[in-house]
């Protein structure tokens, strides 16, 4: 057998069974769903990634817990498959669905093997008209605060146009709604009208989806997935975000590098332009001159093409200009917040420095309470009067103060999140106290401060560039999807609460900051000589 990854077309592995293919499948790798297809069985037995087994037991418990608010009010129009095999669950969700049930849960409908679909849906709604609506239940948001998206009760269908919401963009949940939708018009139980609804995490409304701008968008990709899981379409290995969790990564990756693929410095979509426009390797990419690719908009394209270079050189780092600064204070706090998916931020961790003054200090203001939880409003309240209380000290004392994150986009979410949903806790600061602190300069990104200035090859994630500043964490298992594992057994969501793993996330956290601290100050003090600048690498070409 060829490597199935070397962009032979070898025999697959076991004798071929009828292609059926999800709704997953039109959001994933097109490589990886060949792969997946065809050389599956050389999985079996792999340890699943521990950021997809989590997500995935989140996921459900959701499900179960929409379940259970959706089964109490009419329990006499409401069935729930459960049926041993796949076969007998498609056919009682049609014998239901035959007989007028209003509602259906845990739905699956027949397998058609002459289009390759298969499919299951959490909720079937009848509609009074006839047809039946697919609802999905996920574990992300669906809204955000605003208006104009419609939305109705989780207890009976009755769209309106809400003026509190605004729908989110997830063209994955529409996808998936719109195969669903061609699943029942196959078996004659569609609406007349294309729509589907989705119950987003907490579970307060069904958004409701118009699928008919979705449906030619839906048919394409689903023709050309169905030709990749055939084996009709060819696929190469091209690296975009999925990589990451991807069980075949490992065999890829050294695919890409002996082929010099563009994708290792522009992945994903960037990647399809630059192929279109004839660039295919990173040496490609790094002598072209001219204007940038008419479809290129990702920025600045100068960048891309200093990547390559940078990449060609194994620079870790580029400069954009002479000088590097960050902004600096008298008395600096770092800041490193951890959240548990979208249950809420259980432990702000902070590192407190003052010039001239004594060894820099953590503190961590965490609450051990498993969430969701109240508690989570009391650290918050005790960290935020910290901060503020550390913050005015300064000022007191004539001395300067800065707070520093690394990529404030999640600090700035659960800061404002926490000061909405823990207002009545005190303590807890209102929103406009919160908005004028990271409104202000003493509110620092190192993130957007290495954007600013560096061409980052590798990527910009605290991971790739603190260890360029020196940093080590102590922890070789140290990263966002391992603390979620971590901490399920640090509050004991499966079994007696784990000791040991709350200290290890408090020193990944600990850890975490102090990567913010030594990062910013190699910054200030030794970025400008270890680091060459584009001039610098683009002379040496």
């Not at 329990?75 to 014998?95: G, L, S, V």
Request: hydrophobic share 40%.
């Amino acid at each position: 057998m060829s490597n199935p990854v070397n962009g032979q077309r070898g025999a697959p592995v076991s004798s071929p069974e009828p292609v059926l293919l999800d709704a997953g499948s039109l959001t994933r790798c097109r490589h990886r769903l060949y792969l997946d297809t065809a050389y599956g069985s050389l999985l079996r037995g792999e340890p699943e990634n521990p950021g997809v087994r989590q997500r995935r037991e989140a996921a459900q418990a959701h499900r179960e817990n929409v379940r259970a608010q959706l089964a109490l009010p009419d329990p006499m129009q409401w069935t729930e498959i459960d049926e041993p095999t796949a076969r007998a669950a498609a056919d009682a969700t049609i014998a239901a669905c035959r007989a007028g049930v209003e509602r259906i849960w845990n739905a699956v409908l027949p397998l058609e093997r002459e289009t390759g679909r298969r499919g299951r849906s959490e909720l079937l709604v009848r509609e009074p008209s006839g047809g039946y609506i697919p609802v999905i239940v996920v574990n992300h948001k669906v809204t955000d605060p605003g208006r104009g998206a419609r939305t109705t009760p989780l207890t009976h269908w009755a769209p309106i146009v809400d003026e509190t919401r605004k729908v989110r963009s997830q063209l994955r949940d529409q996808l998936r709604l719109a195969h669903l939708y061609r699943m029942l018009a196959h078996e004659g139980l569609a609406t007349a009208t294309p729509v589907g609804g989705a119950v987003g995490y907490r579970g307060e409304c069904m958004l409701v989806h118009d699928l008919t701008t979705v449906l030619a968008e839906y048919d394409t990709r689903f023709a050309d997935r169905l030709a990749v899981a055939r084996g009709n379409e060819y696929t190469v290995p091209s690296q975009v975000s999925e990589c990451r969790s991807c069980a075949w990564w490992f065999d890829c990756k050294p695919q890409l590098i002996a082929v010099r693929d563009v994708s290792l410095v522009a992945s994903g979509s960037r990647a399809d332009v630059l192929r279109s426009a004839g660039v295919r390797t990173i040496d490609e990419l790094a002598q072209w001159t001219g204007p940038a690719p008419e479809e290129w908009p990702f920025g600045n394209f100068d960048d891309a093409v200093s990547a390559a270079l940078a990449w060609r050189a194994d620079v870790p780092l580029l400069r954009r200009s002479e000088t590097v600064s960050v902004h600096r204070a008298d008395v600096e706090v770092d800041v490193d917040m951890e959240s548990y998916q979208e249950h809420g931020a259980y432990l702000w961790g902070t590192l407190l420095t003052e010039a001239g003054g004594p060894p820099s200090t953590y503190r961590g203001f965490v609450t051990w309470d498993p969430l969701p939880t109240v508690d989570e409003g009391r650290s918050f309240a005790v960290f935020w009067n910290w901060l503020m209380d550390t913050r005015a000290d300064a000022a007191a004392r004539g001395k300067t103060f800065a707070a520093y994150c690394y990529s404030r986009q999640a600090e700035d979410k659960w800061l404002l999140d926490s000061a909405r949903r823990f207002a009545d806790v005190p303590g807890v600061p209102t929103e406009a106290q919160i908005r004028e602190f990271i409104d202000s300069p003493q509110w620092v990104d190192v993130y957007q401060a290495v954007s600013d200035q560096f061409i980052c090859p590798n990527g910009k994630g605290l991971k790739k560039i603190a260890p360029v500043a020196g940093f080590a964490w102590r922890d070789d298992e140290a990263g966002g999807e391992a603390s979620m594992g971590w901490y399920r057994e640090a509050v004991g969501y499966d079994a007696e609460p784990d000791p040991t793993q709350r200290e290890r996330l408090l020193v990944y956290n600990e850890d975490d900051v102090l990567a913010t601290k030594v990062l910013r100050e190699w910054m200030s003090d030794r970025a400008e000589i270890e680091i060459p600048t584009v001039a610098d690498l683009r002379a040496r070409a």
